[in-house]
């Protein structure tokens, strides 16, 4: 009994020493008969739930795969996986949690509600949208008005509620040549025009000489012949004299000029008969001139969002989405392209300053189909990217590569009202191309992984280049981001020698970090002086 109860006990102990051989064997080896077929998670040791690390939870990102390698079926080669200094570095990398994904899309969220809130719908369509109908036109009759408008498929808010909302729009960003030479003609029209006075005292209206009637009508201006105040012949305005506004007074210090478009907004006027009574005798002996006596029935309008200017009737402006200016009473008074822009107002009235709007246009949307587009993109592949990558440099990534092409879509496409972060979205693409190349011999077909990819990207760009799609800031997005990709995102040292690999990736990290700043760069040298030569 004794020896047999002792043979018993040596059983245990064999079978202990066989086990101990095989864990040394994996511990020198990195594997073990059978290991190809279980789940290496189950090797580790059963752990309560609070005692888990922070990334070995269940959705950890594993990197060099993520949601779209689960979607292609990539997988890792198992003889690379397993090697201790590649599973020491893949092991060790952080698991974080996206909370740049959930901030930037839920203030796209919010702004898209804000403004189909404030503005609504604009017209749906890819072509342009007209409207017709009759108002009141400066004359004191009926016009037939036709007005047109781009439409847009994006179920949103009109163009000029995005410009006034900070779409990139170049003319809002720097002052534009031809904006600035229409806006010249319009100036040297206007120094021409008199006061139209209606003969029945029906009211009055700032125009040319060829647009009032002669029959109904008598037009009042200065000439060498019949000059103004101190010899003038630029003028009258209708409603502004230099001898009846008090405030801005024009003085020997201060005297208004000989030119009626450089002439202040009158906001003192002294009375005339015109706010004593309205009796046609009063009018006729009253010692002030017609054009000050007259109702005037027309101010400036701006109107579409290229700052044209006209004299027009508030019905008028209103039928047209114009802004009216009841303040001015010409259009050489007003800054249109403020009014088109809105935002903060430009550091000097003429020359339009707002270059936030590459940045600030990423929080815009087109419509609800453009942002339903972006918050699935965003939800599904910027946050599983940032997982990886972590907040900090994940937002790098989207705003430098949103920037860059904002920037080139404002040079190439600068007439068009664009929104949306689509430069930065395509950066994302770019990195998810990256990780393919950093884990390049680790992976079991990276041709094929890389080809899936870059058919995306090619069917992506091809989409591009419908009507109302920006391809330009595709383009540069794609390209920024694969500069801000490769050189900010996590990495893995397949080479033993690591002293090597590192310092040829850190080579690599600064000529891509210097190459998108010569990029930022060139491109700002080509918005602010190619395009405003001549």
Partial sequence: NIDGRLDIDRQPERKDKKKDRKADDFRST?????????????????????FLPVGDVVDRREYGIGVVGEAFGRDYKTMVRNQPHVRIQMDEMDDYRPYFTYWVTTVQIVIMIVTLILYGFGPVG?????????????????EDVGYEEPSSFWFGPRAADLIHLGAKFSPCMRKDKLIVAEQEKQRRRESETGCCVR?????????????CSTLLSTFHKWSARYPGPDGRVSGPVCGQDPL?????????????PDNITQWPICHVTTPTIKSIGFLNLARSLSPAPAHMTCERISRPCCIGIHGRCEIRTQEYCDFVQGHFHPEATLCSQVSCMQDVCGMLPFFHPSVPD?????WLSLFLHAGLLHLAVSVIFQLYLMRDMEKLCGPLRIGIIYFGSGIVGNLASAIFVPYRAESGPAGAQFGIVASLIVEVVNVWPA??????????????????????LMPWVDNYAHVFGFGSGFLLSYALMPYVSFDKKSANSLAARALLIAACLCVYALV??????VFYTIEQEG
């Fill in 520 to 525: 930022l760069t060139a491109l700002m040298v």
């Fill in 354 to 358: 707002q270059f936030y709007r590459v």
């Fill in 443 to 464: 992976l079991k077909s990276p041709s094929i992984a890389l080809g899936k990819l870059l058919s995306i990207l090619c069917m992506l760009f091809f989409l591009g």
């Fill in 244 to 256: 009846y506004c008090t405030a801005p007074l024009s003085s020997y210090a201060n005297t208004w």
């Fill in 199 to 211: 003969n029945d005292h029906s009211g009055c209206s700032q125009t040319a000489r060829e647009e």
């Fill in 30 to 50: 990195g594997d073990f008969p059978g290991s190809q077929d279980l789940d290496q998670s189950r090797l580790q040791p059963a752990l309560p739930p609070h």
């Fill in 126 to 142: 890819i072509e342009l949208s007209e409207r017709t109908g009759q108002v009141m036109a400066q004359g004191l009759y009926i």
